[in-house]
């Protein structure tokens, strides 16, 4: 198991740029597939982004390509979300998760406990 804490929310204008970092613990890090969903007010949870345990593989959601990149660090076990041209629209909590592969992190993954991005136009 994967424990996961996010951080680097918080409120910017449009355009502007935020970058969230997840902290995992445990030894087996740079084993795990890490991604990336959001949930605005009223709405489902979504898919932003995922990465591969290696960093080689990366998926976007249409709606953030060109504008977001995740990356990862394994020796500092930790997985980024650099957002730029950030919109009102990207306004959610944003959630880090970890699984064994891409598939299970979209599907079953552990979760962090979030933190809040908040866009003002």
């Known amino acids: 198991q994967v424990r996961l804490v996010e951080s680097g929310g918080g409120l910017v204008q449009a355009g502007g740029s935020l970058r969230l970092s997840c902290a995992a613990s445990?030894?087996?890090?740079?084993?795990?597939?890490m991604g990336w969903f959001r949930q605005a007010p009223g709405k489902e949870r979504e898919f932003v982004a995922a990465?591969?345990?290696?960093?080689?593989?990366?998926y976007y959601a249409d709606s953030v390509k060109g504008r977001f990149t995740i990356s990862r660090d394994n020796a500092k076990n930790t997985v980024y979300l650099q957002m730029n041209s950030l919109k009102p629209e990207d306004t959610a909590v944003y959630y880090c998760?970890?699984?064994?592969?891409?598939?299970?992190?979209?599907?079953?993954?552990?979760w962090g406990q979030g933190t809040q991005v908040t866009v003002s136009s």
């Open positions: 998760a970890a699984g064994s592969t891409i598939v299970v992190v979209t599907t079953t993954p552990y």
């Open positions: 445990g030894r087996t890090f740079s084993s795990y597939a």
């Open positions: 990465i591969s345990w290696s960093g080689g593989s990366t």
